[in-house]
């Protein structure tokens, strides 16, 4: 199918779209209704259009012959027009007829279907790699060449959500920190999931994987031109799986690398001060920025957690009895709860940051102190 | 009539009543009520997802909703109101005098408000109820509260319950037909029961095991699906889909014989391709059992597995083309009325192959890559399940009455109620294609704000149909409690054995078998 055919079908379908909006919902007929996929912007994002354009368009003709021998037996054959019954039921060549001609049109889809599966699949020659895993609910990426690495979270303010302000243009669809990929490069990811399963998908590159704890599963895409894409994570992943999306940044090379330097020097200064002691003050201000972006989705922005599936923090038994628990709890997780090992996810100021904070923030006082020398011991 | 006959009365008849057809009510009725709680479900889910934000409930609880909205659905609603159908009919189509099991018969019922009350407690327990999807993935179901356990206790339940009514649904078709009544004589309707019988047989035990290692893993140590015990969280979907293919065959294959037996009466003219209809049926049973893996085109399978599950997945358009095309060669040329039975099963029939093309679309799977987790698929889903299966169970409903409760039904508020759910059905679940071909995911309670106007369309069709069945509840009430007489034949194009016995049944029929030419 041509490009052009393809636009003028997705023509049809958009106005066929506003013809059934000004009829069922007067005044809204001017919105923007989207009926197809989203523009593709990879080679392989283009096939699955067109594949998908294909069997949408045979499925349909094929629907409108149905229901127009349907429609037309209704409209003739019914008693009230004193239509006779005819009393046939039988009729060897017509069942012959309507089971090999499907046949030959299944056959006609499989063809153009097993191409552009095999294209997909084919991950040779490519010229960089970025590690996704999924966590809940947030995606961390690696670029394994690059030695850069971070996680990226929904930036949509919960006020925005609980109808407190005004929803902004990406309402949902926008992160803190991007994954930036360069333009024109087949870049492969490798996809995994540090706690349950979730789905990596940006519908204008036509990627789409789980993220399986304890499997790699590899993909790959090549970016057109630049801009930025949106997806969210497509496999149900517990409470939060309707707000942890991907928003990917396409750039020209040069962009790329100076993004990646960028990026290093700051993950070298994020992990300054690991060495020294800190002041409980300033550990505090530290650990509630990070409890903001790690722990209040289940914990609660205030500590009172969601009665009898996430604990509260405030007077919980862990945030003031012995350090000892609070860090092995954050640090390695529980085995069977949400709770997930941090020690991966949090450098050690980070660390001790949110754990002093949680010991002395949100309704807690115990004046506990922990200096990232006592998670480094623990590493 | 001896003293063997005498029966009780109140609520010890329908607690020790061992009678085919006090049973076959029970179950319908038990369904109707499952019917709405889950509808009521979508309701609050359709509510919440009426805007953008978070209006009306949680997040946590709106994975709840999702989730216990499919299992009441698919266990609670239509697997036992089939079975009432079955429990109903079988014997009167087969000229038996009763189901041959008859106390296994009344356990099966009574399984059943057990199950369904551990299910839906398991929503008051701390923590909630299940929330995980009714796929029950883990890693995610390991981290549920209780009410997990309640759940994969009340899922133990209910498969008992299926497994018993299989083997007596087998046991009846196989050894109490009448004289006469050979195999290719019996009604389509019975074919398919018996059909589904056999897959229920091979599936359900299938969720048993999945669901009891996941109740091991929670809870005793074990890893089957744990990968860091060495374990495997995809294994769990193999297993999972393995009954969860034939499953889908279980909803739908009994609407097919309701289908079977509505369209030749109203079109007074003989089924059309009897035989090949039985041998569709019994295909499409079998490649029910080799698909399984076309729900999981995303989780990283080999090549081989890919191409495999694609191809297996597109020949099931076959058998089902072929069924779809007998249908309409019955309706061709005979002399129709569109009494209210009729336009549910013609709707059903349509709708249904909308939802078969939309599935043949889903089984490429390159295309899946971009269908699979969005709304394009429950959009799919429901025009199998709810125009397949539900439609066809209206349709039931309506057809059968009168020789259920010897009164016909109201024919304008039957009809009002048919308008309103297609109305509502299509108006609820039609848009939702276009959700998911822009890239909306399924189970979110909340989305990015190009959704918005669709899933208005959407939240109103699902108002509209949630009324319409008040209306349904309200015509079956007031066809029990009285209206016109019905005849023993009640339609003018009616044939079986279940037009010659009067009008209501009486409480046992064919006591002496009838013989069949
Ligand atoms: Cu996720």
Known sequence: ????????????????????????????????????????????????????????????????????????????????????????????????????????????????????????????????????????????????????????????????????????????????????????????????????????????????????????????????????????????????????????????????????????????????????????????????????????????????????????????????????DHLNIVMNGKAGTAMTAYKGQLNDVDLAAVITFERNGLGNNTGDVVQPSQVKALR | MSAHDSHPTGLSRWLFTTNHKDIGTLYLWFSFTMFLVGGAMAMIIRAELWQPGLQLVEPHFFNQMTTVHALVMVFGAVMPAFTGLANWQLPLMIGAPDMALPRLNNWSFWLLPFAATLLVLSLFMPGGGPAAGWTLYPPLTVQGGMGMDFTILAVHILGMSSILGSINIIATILNMRAPGMTLMKMPLFVWTWLITAFLLLASIPVLAGAVTMLLTDRHFGTHFFDAAGGGDPVMFQHIFWFFGHPEVYILVLPAFGVFSQIIPTFARKPLFGYTSMVFATATIAFLSFIVWAHHMYTVGMPMAGELFFMYSTMLIAVPTGVKIFNWMATMWRGSMTFETPMLYAIAGVFLFA???????????????????????????????????????????AYYWIPKWTGHMYNETLGKTHFWLTMIGFNLTFFPQHFLGLAGMPRRIPDYA?????????????????????????????????GGEKATDKVWEGAEGLEWTVPSPAPYHTFSTPPQVR
């Open chain 2, 449 to 481: 704000l190009q959704f918005t106007e669709f899933n208005q369309w959407s939240s109103v069709g699902a108002f509209i149909l949630g009324a319409a069945q008040l209306l349904w509840l309200y015509i079956l009430i007031k066809t029990v409690k």
């Open chain 1, 1 to 324: 199918m041509s490009i052009s055919s393809l636009h003028s079908l997705k023509g049809v379908f958009q106005r066929l779209g506003l013809i059934l909006a000004a009829t069922f919902v007067p005044g809204i007929a001017a919105a923007e209704y989207a009926l197809n996929f989203q523009r593709p912007v990879t080679e392989i994002a283009g096939d699955l259009l067109e594949l998908h354009n294909l069997i949408t368009l045979i499925v349909t003709v094929i629907m409108i012959i149905v229901f127009c021998v349907m429609f037309y037996s209704i409209l003739m054959h019914r008693k009230s027009r004193g239509h006779q019954a005819a009393t046939f039921h039988d009729n060897s060549t017509l069942e012959v007829i309507w089971t090999v001609v499907p046949f030959l049109i299944l056959v006609a889809m499989a063809i153009p279907s097993t191409a552009t599966l095999l294209k997909m699949d084919d991950t040779s020659g490519s010229e960089m790699t970025v590690k996704i895993t999924g966590y809940q609910w947030k995606w961390k990426y690696d670029y394994l060449d690059q030695d850069v690495s971070f996680f990226s979270s929904l930036s949509t303010p919960q006020d925005q959500i609980n109808n407190k302000a005004d929803k902004g243009e990406n309402y949902l669809l926008e992160v803190d920190n991007p994954i930036v990929l360069p333009v024109g490069k087949k870049i492969r990811f490798l996809v995994t999931a540090n706690d349950v399963i979730h789905a990596w998908w940006v519908p204008q590159l036509g990627v789409k994987k789980d993220a399986i704890p304890g499997y790699v599963n590899e993909i790959w895409t090549k970016i057109d031109e630049p801009g930025t894409y949106r997806g969210q994570c497509a496999e149900l992943c517990g409470k939060d799986h309707g707000f942890m999306p991907i928003v990917v940044q396409a750039v020209s090379e040069d962009e790329f690398n100076k993004w990646a330097s960028v990026q290093k020097d700051k993950m070298v200064a994020a992990q300054a001060g690991a060495g020294k002691t800190w002041t409980k003050s300033d550990l505090v201000a530290r650990g509630e920025k990070v409890y903001g972006q790690s722990c209040a989705a289940c914990h609660g922005p205030s500590g009172a957690g969601v009665p009898g599936v996430f604990p509260a923090m405030t007077g919980s038994k862990i945030a003031t009895g012995p350090v000892a």
């Open chain 2, 354 to 396: 909308v939802g078969g093309v939309t599935g043949l679309m889903l089984s490429i799977t390159p295309a899946d890559f971009q269908y699979h987790d969005t709304y394009f698929v429950v959009a799919h889903f429901h025009y199998t399940i709810f125009a397949g299966s539900v439609l066809a169970l209206m349709g039931a």
